[in-house]
């Protein structure tokens, strides 16, 4: 029955690549996923490059803006732009995706140059067989893996964090850098005000300087010799 298929061999040995390629496409998705998952729940101190930039990120933000507005936006698009070796994780979900197809695609083919080569339906069926297979294999490793289960879980985590920990301490810090760019209370002469002879009229002042330079000119003895004329 399944004779064809070692006939074909070249033919046979794409639908098995696309199938194996699809599968391990899932596979790593799901393992990067489940490994930000387990960084997320220590954001604080974890050493993953992807969600240090986030928290970098996330830190620019709220610098330039004085807050981050939609906190579950910026999460949602940082998701979006996980990468490995320059595709994004939701473009290698469709590339698996496409792969899979594409393996039903040529155990088409291979069913229908059987047809045109006058081959009999019992002899075909491997490659519906093998198409039948595929697709099952491929659906039942989506579900184990449940992709979209771990990005909401991802999403949890981050968010938990910048919400109630990384945003109160960009709070904090901003508070207390404000409060040390608070002026210098005055001191108690420049709250009482200025001195009483700073109130005078500048004629006024400059006759008291003439007058206490005037008796500063005098002696003592001429200064008690004035006085007891003027009491005589």
């Given at each position: 029955?399944?004779?064809?298929?070692?006939?074909?061999?070249?033919?046979?040995?794409?639908?098995?690549?696309?199938?194996?390629?699809?599968?391990?496409?899932?596979?790593?998705?799901?393992?990067?996923?489940?490994?930000l998952?387990?960084?997320a729940?220590?954001?604080?101190?974890?050493?993953?490059?992807?969600?240090?930039?986030?928290?970098?990120?996330?830190?620019?933000?709220?610098?330039?803006?004085?807050?981050?507005?939609?906190?579950?936006?910026?999460?949602?698009?940082?998701?979006?732009?996980?990468?490995?070796?320059?595709?994004?994780?939701?473009?290698?979900?469709?590339?698996?995706?496409q792969?899979?197809?594409?393996s039903?695609?040529?155990?088409?083919i291979?069913?229908?140059?059987?047809?045109?080569?006058?081959?009999?339906?019992?002899?075909?069926?491997?490659?519906?067989?093998?198409?039948?297979?595929?697709?099952?294999?491929?659906?039942?490793?989506?579900?184990?893996?449940?992709?979209?289960?771990?990005?909401?879980?991802l999403?949890?985590?981050?968010?938990?964090?910048?919400?109630?920990?990384?945003?109160?301490?960009?709070?904090?810090?901003?508070?207390?850098?404000?409060?040390?760019?608070?002026?210098?209370?005055?001191?108690f002469?420049?709250?009482?005000?200025?001195?009483?002879?700073?109130?005078?009229?500048?004629?006024?002042?400059?006759?008291?300087?003439?007058?206490?330079?005037?008796?500063?000119?005098?002696?003592?003895?001429?200064?008690e010799?004035?006085?007891?004329?003027?009491?005589?």
């Amino acid at each position: 029955m399944f004779q064809i298929l070692l006939e074909n061999k070249l033919l046979t040995g794409i639908i098995l690549s696309l199938l194996l390629l699809s599968i391990i496409c899932q596979i790593i998705i799901g393992v990067i996923y489940q490994k930000l998952i387990r960084e997320a729940e220590n954001l604080s101190t974890t050493e993953n490059k992807q969600l240090k930039l986030c928290k970098l990120k996330f830190q620019n933000c709220y610098q330039m803006n004085g807050s981050v507005p939609n906190i579950a936006v910026f999460v949602d698009k940082f998701i979006s732009r996980l990468e490995i070796c320059h595709i994004s994780l939701t473009g290698l979900r469709q590339i698996a995706t496409q792969l899979v197809m594409l393996s039903v695609f040529v155990s088409g083919i291979g069913a229908c140059v059987g047809i045109i080569a006058g081959e009999t339906l019992f002899r075909i069926l491997p490659y519906y067989l093998i198409s039948i297979v595929g697709l099952y294999l491929f659906f039942s490793i989506s579900a184990i893996v449940d992709l979209q289960v771990k990005k909401d879980n991802l999403k949890i985590n981050l968010m938990d964090y910048l919400e109630n920990h990384m945003l109160s301490r960009l709070k904090n810090i901003e508070e207390s850098a404000e409060s040390r760019e608070k002026p210098v209370p005055q001191s108690f002469s420049s709250r009482t005000g200025p001195s009483p002879a700073e109130n005078l009229p500048p004629e006024k002042n400059a006759r008291e300087k003439e007058l206490k330079a005037a008796i500063a000119a005098f002696s003592e003895e001429e200064i008690e010799e004035l006085l007891k004329e003027l009491l005589i």
